[in-house]
């Protein structure tokens, strides 16, 4: 029994490579995100959001025809229930957004009689579902929050484009549609991180798929997680001009504090999604009359990665967070929405990824995930505890 008393164990399972998927793949040392065989700085400002969709659920880019049938698919499911606009107007205006499209997620698979049949067409219907309704669900909830009522998604408008008309009430312009399309793009897919790797898992016991997004849905609000981008905003916020930057850097680094938006687990270059961010947010902050966010993101990464690298004698990478918050901010994007904005785009992938969880896409046929613990609690020593009834303990 002595042998079994080992210490505690807390891998995170870095490392321990878990099951095959055909959906993407990171090549850290390179800096190569990879969306089934393309890479993504290839398909960034080429390909659109439904794409995308059909990239990763169909396993395969569309023809024209196959794109034009995508998009109608996801207008044609973009409406949400009655009852779950009634049921957001009961939430208090304070709630995280992420629990309200958390929520919503669960919610919507009571309105959807597909939940009892687990074949694939019927999860490919649900699937689209999700990508089309999460953005109403969110549009309408900044709406609602803010004593407004919410707007009907417009089916003459594309994916981007109609969320932001959903959020602001007005039709954006071609240049603003386009910068989002792209960020839905760049967020669409990152392979087995966090909420993925949930996604799965619940989609492993063979629980539904909106059972496995509201579960990613869960992980990506960790602020290790999905909730960078809100931190790195708030960072911003807080230097408040390009002046401040570099004494912020010294300081930040001088106290054994982390600059929000550099290092990455997987990645050891610039993440390739941050190079195509930041030009968007220096031409989004021109549009917005106001460059400061992009100005001080610019001078944090060169002051940063010099300090850092003189401080720890190694590199240091900026990762998507790092210009995706001042983009958005530039566009007028309140700052707890934007995990929330990451949600509705990944959910892209996470619903790929529960189709090939569950439709094995990738061989062998993938089986119900039971990791091992080692525990380290009591009946380590000679024997079992004895139990001692409450009254004498
Ligand atoms: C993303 C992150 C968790 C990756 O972590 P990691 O590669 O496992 O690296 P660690 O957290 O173990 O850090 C290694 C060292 O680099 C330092 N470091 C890592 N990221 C840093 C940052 N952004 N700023 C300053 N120092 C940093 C750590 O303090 C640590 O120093 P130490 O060895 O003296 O203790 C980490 O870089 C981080 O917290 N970044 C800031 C938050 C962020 O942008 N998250 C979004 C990720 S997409």
Not at 126 to 137: D, E, S
Request: aromatic fraction near 8%; glycine fraction near 6%; charged fraction near 25%.
């Amino acid at each position: 029994m002595e042998d079994d008393c080992k210490p505690a164990l807390n891998t995170g399972l870095r490392g321990v490579t878990v099951a095959s998927t055909k959906v993407s793949d990171v090549i850290g040392d390179l800096g190569k995100l990879i969306y089934r065989g393309y890479l993504v700085s290839d398909l960034a400002n080429k390909a659109s959001f439904e794409e995308i969709v059909h990239l990763l659920l169909f396993e395969k880019l569309p023809s024209h025809s196959e794109l034009d049938d995508m998009k109608a698919r996801l207008v044609a499911e973009r409406d949400i229930p009655p009852a779950i606009i009634d049921a957001l107007k009961t939430r208090p205006a304070d709630a995280l957004p992420m629990d309200i499209l958390q929520a919503a997620a669960a919610m919507l698979a009571n309105h959807d009689k597909d939940v009892n049949d687990p074949s694939h067409d019927s999860v490919m219907r649900m699937a689209i579902r999700l990508i089309a309704k999460l953005p109403t669900v969110l549009a309408a909830w900044e709406r609602i929050r803010n004593g407004k009522a919410p707007i009907a998604p417009d089916p003459e408008l594309d994916h981007a484009a109609n969320f932001l008309y959903m959020l602001f009430g007005e039709r954006p312009t071609p240049e603003l549609v386009h910068f989002f399309d792209v960020t839905l793009l760049l967020h669409a897919e990152h392979s087995f991180n966090a909420s993925t790797f949930a996604a799965r898992e619940v989609a492993s016991t063979r629980a539904h798929i909106y059972a496995a997004v509201s579960a990613a849905i869960g992980s990506l609000s960790g602020e290790l997680h999905g909730g960078a981008n809100v931190r790195v905003m708030r960072m911003l916020l807080e230097i408040g001009s390009p002046e401040n930057a570099e004494t912020y850097v010294e300081q930040i680094l001088s106290e054994g504090k982390k600059i929000m938006g550099l290092g990455h687990a997987v990645y050891k270059t610039d993440d390739p999604r941050a190079h195509i961010l930041a030009p968007m947010s220096k031409r989004a902050g021109e549009l917005a009359g106001d460059t400061r966010w992009y100005e001080i993101s610019r001078i944090l990464e060169e002051k940063g990665k010099k300090a850092f690298k003189e401080r720890k004698g190694t590199d240091i990478f900026v990762n998507v967070d790092f210009y995706s918050a001042s983009l958005y901010y530039s566009m007028g994007i309140p700052v707890d929405l934007y995990s929330p904005l990451f949600a509705i785009a990944r959910v892209a992938g996470w619903t790929a990824h529960v189709l090939e969880e569950q439709f094995a896409g990738a061989a062998p046929k993938p089986m119900l995930y039971r990791p091992e613990s080692r525990y380290i609690g009591e009946y380590c020593g000679p024997a079992e505890c004895s139990f001692v009834p409450i009254e004498k303990r």
